[in-house]
C-alpha cells in the first residue's frame, strides 16, 4: 500500500491533486486510516496510470471518471488504444518537428520550400475545433461589449484593473490547500466574478464556461500553470462550485 504522499512521488503529481481526485471520485483511496491518512492499492495506482494517460490525450477528468468506470471498462485494451493514440501522436510532431527543421533550412536560405510545406503536420480536425470554440465561447456581442467597456477606461484604470486579476490569482494559489468549496477560496471566486465583470456582464453559465477553458484550453492552462501547476484544474473545481451555488 502506498501513502498519499508516496502515490504523489512515485506519479509525480501534488498530494493536493490526489485529494481533489478524491473528492471528484476519480480515483478513491483504497482504505482510510483511523486518522484520515489515505492508502493505495496496486489498483488504485493502475488507475492513475489511466487517469495520466487519457490526461496526456487531452481529455476532461469529468470523461476520464466516465470511461473508468464503465462496468465493460478493460484496461488491456485501454492500454493498446491509448498506445495507438500516442503513436498517432508521435508521428504528428515528428511531422512538425521536421517542418520546423525545414523551415529554419529555408529562412536560411538553404532549402526552397512550397507555403503549403510550411503547414506540414498541423492536425486539420483540432485546428477546426479551436475555430468552432473560439465561436461557441466568444459571443461577438459580448466581445464588442468587453472592448467597448475596456476602451472607455484610462490607462490608470486599466493598469489597476489588471493588477486586481493578477492578485486574484495569486491569492487563489495561497488557497491550494483548502477544499475549493471552502468560504476563504469561494469569496476569492466571488471577487473573480467582480473582477470580470469590468470587462462585461456575465451569466453563470459564462462563468462556468470560463472555468472549464481555464483548465481544457491550452493557451489558459499554461498561463496559470505558470503561477502554480494545480491552479488550473483548481479554479475550475472552484468556480463549479460558485456557479452550483449561486446560478
Given at each position: 500500500?502506498?501513502?498519499?504522499?508516496?502515490?504523489?512521488?512515485?506519479?509525480?503529481?501534488?498530494?493536493?491533486?490526489l485529494?481533489?481526485?478524491?473528492?471528484?471520485?476519480?480515483?478513491?483511496?483504497?482504505a482510510?486510516?483511523?486518522?484520515?491518512?489515505?492508502?493505495?492499492?496496486?489498483?488504485?495506482?493502475?488507475?492513475?496510470q489511466?487517469?495520466?494517460?487519457?490526461?496526456?490525450?487531452?481529455?476532461?477528468?469529468?470523461?476520464?471518471r466516465k470511461m473508468?468506470?464503465?462496468t465493460?471498462?478493460?484496461?488491456?485494451?485501454?492500454?493498446?488504444?491509448?498506445?495507438?493514440?500516442?503513436q498517432?501522436?508521435?508521428?504528428?510532431?515528428?511531422?512538425?518537428i521536421?517542418?520546423?527543421?525545414?523551415?529554419i533550412?529555408?529562412?536560411?536560405?538553404?532549402?526552397?520550400?512550397?507555403?503549403?510545406?510550411?503547414?506540414a503536420g498541423?492536425?486539420?480536425?483540432?485546428?477546426?475545433?479551436?475555430?468552432?470554440?473560439a465561436?461557441?465561447?466568444?459571443?461577438?456581442?459580448?466581445?464588442?461589449?468587453?472592448?467597448?467597456?475596456?476602451?472607455?477606461?484610462s490607462?490608470?484604470?486599466?493598469k489597476?484593473?489588471?493588477?486586481?486579476?493578477?492578485?486574484?490569482?495569486?491569492?487563489?494559489?495561497?488557497?491550494?490547500?483548502?477544499?475549493?468549496d471552502?468560504?476563504?477560496?469561494?469569496?476569492?471566486?466571488?471577487?473573480?466574478?467582480?473582477?470580470i465583470?469590468?470587462f462585461?456582464?456575465?451569466?453563470?453559465?459564462?462563468?462556468?464556461?470560463?472555468?472549464?477553458?481555464?483548465?481544457?484550453d491550452?493557451?489558459?492552462?499554461?498561463?496559470?500553470?505558470?503561477?502554480h501547476?494545480?491552479l488550473p484544474?483548481?479554479?475550475?473545481?472552484?468556480?463549479?462550485?460558485?456557479?452550483d451555488?449561486?446560478?
Amino acid at each position: 500500500m502506498y501513502t498519499i504522499k508516496q502515490l504523489a512521488d512515485l506519479a509525480n503529481v501534488s498530494r493536493r491533486t490526489l485529494r481533489y481526485y478524491d473528492q471528484i471520485d476519480l480515483l478513491k483511496p483504497t482504505a482510510v486510516a483511523d486518522n484520515n491518512y489515505r492508502y493505495y492499492d496496486q489498483t488504485a495506482v493502475l488507475r492513475l496510470q489511466q487517469i495520466r494517460f487519457y490526461q496526456e490525450l487531452d481529455f476532461s477528468l469529468e470523461d476520464i471518471r466516465k470511461m473508468l468506470d464503465k462496468t465493460d471498462f478493460n484496461a488491456l485494451q485501454s492500454l493498446q488504444t491509448q498506445k495507438e493514440a500516442l503513436q498517432r501522436q508521435a508521428e504528428r510532431l515528428n511531422r512538425l518537428i521536421n517542418t520546423i527543421d525545414k523551415t529554419i533550412l529555408h529562412l536560411e536560405g538553404k532549402l526552397e520550400m512550397d507555403n503549403k510545406d510550411l503547414f506540414a503536420g498541423f492536425d486539420e480536425a483540432k485546428q477546426k475545433a479551436y475555430a468552432e470554440e473560439a465561436e461557441r465561447r466568444w459571443d461577438p456581442q459580448l466581445v464588442r461589449q468587453s472592448n467597448q467597456r475596456w476602451n472607455r477606461l484610462s490607462k490608470d484604470q486599466q493598469k489597476a484593473i489588471m493588477q486586481e486579476g493578477n492578485q486574484v490569482y495569486l491569492d487563489m494559489v495561497g488557497q491550494l490547500d483548502n477544499a475549493p468549496d471552502s468560504d476563504a477560496v469561494q469569496a476569492i471566486v466571488a471577487r473573480w466574478h467582480q473582477h470580470i465583470r469590468h470587462f462585461y456582464e456575465p451569466n453563470f453559465a459564462t462563468l462556468r464556461g470560463l472555468g472549464q477553458g481555464y483548465a481544457n484550453d491550452p493557451a489558459f492552462r499554461v498561463t496559470f500553470e505558470a503561477m502554480h501547476p494545480d491552479l488550473p484544474d483548481f479554479l475550475q473545481a472552484a468556480i463549479t462550485v460558485y456557479c452550483d451555488k449561486n446560478g
